[in-house]
């Protein structure tokens, strides 16, 4: 029997679990994660204080849902089970949950926007999800972009990163746009500094494509808010300031992967 050949060709870029991106052998750290070196505390603070005070009248909430006849005893049973201590622990996870929960509706949004650009058919889907990829079906066919890759992902060899942009799209007056769909409540600062990265990047391959090309010219920068009220184009302004602040992020996320384990 002749030798078995394995004639499967690996593609291009190749992200892992963790959102490392290879390409030629060389291991990059993703965009998101270099931007994890920000400091979003502010922000992040006073939704965690937010979701700590839901879980608390959530459960003073009785399950008729009369909200005139406020219901303490979940409450104070929670307090004789497990004490103070405990009752501290279980209401602050509630941040966790309500995380877990926007990452899987932004990650299922995502999916069927894909699928929606593609021309694809779409799947049954939880309700939240379907009223935003509703209205972000609608707005595709009203845009007049023409697709030009989705789920697409880029590496930037010399300053040692990779990614994974959305959307890269000509707009009814045949100009580059690169945009990215959020699903949350608001649009914040950094999303200029992402859309920066990925349109700096020389190289782009599309998802599981054994080839790679060099990154085309972006000629807009845009986020498309997907709610359950509709979509929002939302022009960003990338340009020279965004591109060294980007830079810098890089930086500063390899000295702190640097200093890991070091003691001072």
Same mark, same amino acid.
């Given at each position: 029997?002749? *030798?078995?050949?394995?004639? $499967?060709?690996?593609?291009?870029? +190749?992200?892992? %679990?963790?959102? =490392?991106? &290879?390409?030629?052998?060389?291991?990059?750290?993703?965009?998101?994660?270099?931007?994890s070196i920000l400091d979003k505390s502010?922000?992040?603070?006073?939704?965690? @204080?937010?979701?700590? $005070? +839901?879980?608390?009248?959530?459960?003073?909430?009785?399950?008729? !849902? +009369?909200?005139?006849?406020?219901?303490?005893? %979940?409450?104070?049973?929670? =307090?004789?089970?497990?004490?103070?201590?405990? /009752?501290? @622990?279980?209401?602050?996870?509630?941040?966790?949950?309500?995380?877990? +929960?926007?990452?899987?509706?932004?990650?299922?949004?995502?999916?069927?926007?894909?699928?929606? /650009?593609? !021309?694809?058919?779409?799947?049954?889907?939880a309700e939240a999800t379907r009223k935003?990829?509703?209205?972000? $079906?609608?707005?595709?066919?009203?845009?007049?972009?023409?697709?030009?890759? @989705?789920?697409?992902?880029?590496?930037?060899? &010399?300053?040692?990163?990779?990614?994974?942009?959305?959307?890269?799209?000509?707009?009814r007056d045949g100009k580059t746009v690169? %945009?990215?769909?959020?699903? !949350?409540?608001?649009?914040?600062? *950094?999303?200029?500094?992402?859309?920066?990265?990925?349109?700096?990047?020389?190289?782009?391959?599309?998802?599981?494509?054994?080839? @790679?090309?060099?990154?085309?010219?972006?000629?807009?920068?845009?986020?498309?808010?997907?709610?359950?009220? !509709?979509?929002? *184009?939302?022009?960003?302004?990338?340009? &020279? %300031?965004?591109?060294?602040?980007?830079?810098?992020?890089?930086?500063?996320? &390899?000295? $702190?992967?640097?200093?890991?384990?070091?003691?001072?």
């Amino acid at each position: 029997m002749g *030798e078995v050949t394995d004639l $499967a060709i690996a593609p291009a870029i +190749q992200r892992s %679990a963790d959102h =490392f991106y &290879t390409y030629e052998g060389e291991r990059y750290p993703g965009v998101t994660g270099i931007l994890s070196i920000l400091d979003k505390s502010g922000p992040l603070m006073g939704w965690a @204080a937010k979701m700590t $005070a +839901q879980a608390v009248v959530d459960m003073a909430i009785p399950a008729d !849902g +009369q909200l005139n006849n406020y219901d303490l005893s %979940a409450l104070t049973g929670l =307090f004789n089970s497990v004490g103070p201590s405990g /009752v501290i @622990a279980a209401l602050t996870a509630r941040k966790n949950w309500a995380n877990d +929960q926007a990452k899987d509706l932004g990650t299922d949004v995502h999916a069927m926007a894909e699928l929606v /650009v593609k !021309g694809e058919p779409t799947p049954p889907m939880a309700e939240a999800t379907r009223k935003r990829v509703l209205h972000y $079906a609608e707005w595709w066919k009203n845009a007049g972009w023409t697709l030009r890759l @989705a789920e697409a992902m880029v590496v930037f060899p &010399t300053h040692r990163y990779g990614g994974t942009f959305d959307l890269l799209a000509y707009d009814r007056d045949g100009k580059t746009v690169l %945009a990215d769909v959020k699903t !949350g409540k608001g649009i914040y600062k *950094e999303v200029a500094l992402q859309l920066a990265a990925y349109s700096l990047a020389p190289i782009v391959a599309p998802t599981g494509s054994p080839k @790679a090309y060099p990154m085309p010219k972006v000629d807009r920068h845009v986020v498309l808010h997907v709610t359950t009220e !509709g979509v929002r *184009e939302v022009e960003i302004a990338v340009g &020279t %300031a965004e591109h060294m602040a980007w830079l810098a992020c890089i930086d500063l996320h &390899t000295w $702190a992967e640097s200093m890991k384990g070091k003691k001072f």
